[in-house]
């Protein structure tokens, strides 16, 4: 059974920094395509960041240059960094692994992140 436990979310100033992790188990993130999404309060679901199984790594247009994901293979853990956080950055964000091979998905429970100005 695959699981995805986030951790650290939490409050920040406005320029601050968190790292976000998503532990994963029943499943190797190097197997899968790994994304983290969130969802701000009255929004829809919305992409964030992806590294794919060859490791490639991208970050949509309103976090690029501030986010980055990345992964540790042994620890079977993705990483958000963040950066340069801004209020809009407020949400909840999500663990997402995708299996490629069976079209399926799964997710984290998820971990707030407030940016206050």
């Known amino acids: 059974q695959v699981q995805l436990v986030e951790s650290g979310g939490g409050l920040v100033q406005a320029g601050g920094s968190l790292r976000l992790s998503c532990a994963a188990s029943g499943s190797a993130v190097w197997g899968n395509t790994m994304r983290w999404y969130r969802q701000a309060p009255g929004k829809q679901r919305e992409l964030v960041a992806t590294i794919t199984r060859s490791g490639i790594t991208n970050c949509v247009d309103n976090v690029k240059g501030r986010f980055a994901i990345s992964r540790d293979i042994a620890k079977n853990t993705v990483y958000l960094e963040m950066n340069s956080l801004k209020p809009e950055d407020t949400a909840v964000y999500y663990c997402?692994?995708?299996?490629?091979?069976?079209?399926?998905?799964?997710w984290g429970q998820g971990t707030q992140v407030t940016v206050s100005s």
């Open positions: 997402n692994l995708h299996q490629v091979a069976f079209s399926r998905d799964y």
